[in-house]
Nanobody, 126 residues
Framework: QVQLVESGGGLVQAGGSLRLSCAASGRTVSSSAMGWFRQAPGKEREFVTVIDWSGFSTYYADSVKGRFTISREYAKNTVYLQMNNLKPEDTAVYYC???????????????????WGQGTQVTVSS
């Protein structure tokens, strides 16, 4: 069983920064690609970024490229999302997700991600 718990969300002004954390448990997590998604009110859940099992390969949505950075710390079984230069359009609930089936190619489709956290709210004021 895989459990994912996000933290680090909050209210920040435009231009500010936040770092989200995703604490993971379960035997497959260390060998899984890990991703972040977000869902704004009235909108569908959208892909933000993913990191492969090795930590060397990453993939970002165009909307966050150059502003967000994903990383993982194996000793703590934790994945991070550093968000800089935040914009009001980044306001959403952010979800961490694990994709144990993604072993070669990183993918943005939510269907590849088998385990999800409960989400953490990020609100960016203008």
């Amino acid at each position: 069983q895989v459990q994912l718990v996000e933290s680090g969300g909050g209210l920040v002004q435009a231009g500010g920064s936040l770092r989200l954390s995703c604490a993971a448990s379960g035997r497959t997590v260390s060998s899984s690609a890990m991703g972040w998604f977000r869902q704004a009110p009235g909108k569908e859940r959208e892909f933000v970024t993913v990191i492969d099992w090795s930590g060397f390969s990453t993939y970002y949505a165009d909307s966050v490229k150059g502003r967000f950075t994903i990383s993982r710390e194996y000793a703590k079984n934790t994945v991070y999302l550093q968000m800089n230069n935040l914009k009001p359009e980044d306001t959403a609930v952010y979800y961490c997700a694990a994709a144990p089936r993604l072993t070669q190619t990183l993918r943005a489709g939510a269907g590849w991600y088998d385990y999800w956290g409960q989400g953490t709210q990020v609100t960016v004021s203008s």
